[in-house]
T-cell receptor
Framework: SAVISQKPSRDICQRGTSLTIQCQVD?????MFWYRQQPGQSLTLIAT?????????ESGFVIDKFPISRPNLTFSTLTVSNMSPEDSSIYLC???????????FGQGTRLTVV | GENVEQHPSTLSVQEGDSAVIKCTYS??????FPWYKQELGKRPQLIID?????GEKKDQRIAVTLNKTAKHFSLHITETQPEDSAVYFC????????????FGSGTRLQVQP
């Protein structure tokens, strides 16, 4: 498995501002993903963070709203830009190991936009 | 893209009974099917998974079955305990391409002592 550190664990933000969430892994991983989990809901993939290139976004998510960086094989950031109350969710970083499909999750960032 | 449907949305059982959660998937190219358990306020934890070259897999009280022809897979928990109470998610992915998981809608399992 992998040890995934995600921060901040929670934040309360003013609408119109931006928040950057960090995800640090204790080993090099091939795949890193960002998911959103709205209250009481399932997990929805936002994007795949690609090392050294632009992230791959899922339908309904755009780079201007959710810019992602992945400068190396152990670190990624997700920014939630120009926030509105509808962005209040848990944001989860997930990693896939070199072999197999197993995915492991960070502890999540609980974001509340007021 | 892939679509995963999960039933039931809630399930209440008595301690010691069995619980079964079912999922169907749409993409016949999917070949990896994990199950996650998420306790309140915590991250999803992988509890068991199965690949398409296997029909069943067991790990103590937990088992998963896969029917590739029908494109459905199920989680079976036997001898349920109160600590099994949580939300369970099924998911599906391929082992090529982006490999990201598509999740079902979740099942809230309540084990009554």
């Amino acid at each position: 498995s992998a040890v995934i550190s995600q921060k901040p664990s929670r934040d309360i933000c003013q609408r119109g501002t931006s928040l950057t969430i960090q995800c640090q892994v204790d080993s090099q991983v091939t795949m890193m993903f960002w998911y959103r989990q709205q209250p009481g809901q399932s997990l929805t993939l936002i994007a795949t963070a690609n090392q050294g290139s632009e992230a791959t976004y899922e339908s309904g998510f755009v780079i201007d709203k959710f810019p992602i960086s992945r400068p190396n094989l152990t670190f990624s950031t997700l920014t939630v830009s120009n926030m509105s109350p509808e962005d209040s969710s848990i944001y989860l970083c997930s990693v896939g190991l070199r072999e197999g499909n197993e995915a492991f999750f960070g502890q999540g960032t609980r974001l509340t936009v007021v | 893209g892939e679509n995963v449907e999960q039933h039931p949305s809630t399930l209440s059982v008595q301690e010691g009974d069995s619980a079964v959660i079912k999922c169907t998937y749409s993409d016949s190219a999917s070949n990896y099917f994990p199950w996650y358990k998420q306790e309140l306020g915590k991250r999803p934890q992988l509890i068991i998974d199965i690949r398409s070259n296997v029909g069943e897999k067991k790990d103590q009280r937990i088992a998963v079955t896969l029917n590739k022809t029908a494109k459905h897979f199920s989680l079976h928990i036997t001898e349920t305990q109160p600590e099994d109470s949580a939300v369970y998610f099924c998911a599906a992915s391929k082992d090529t391409g982006r490999r990201a998981l598509t999740f079902g809608s979740g099942t809230r399992l309540q084990v009554q002592p």
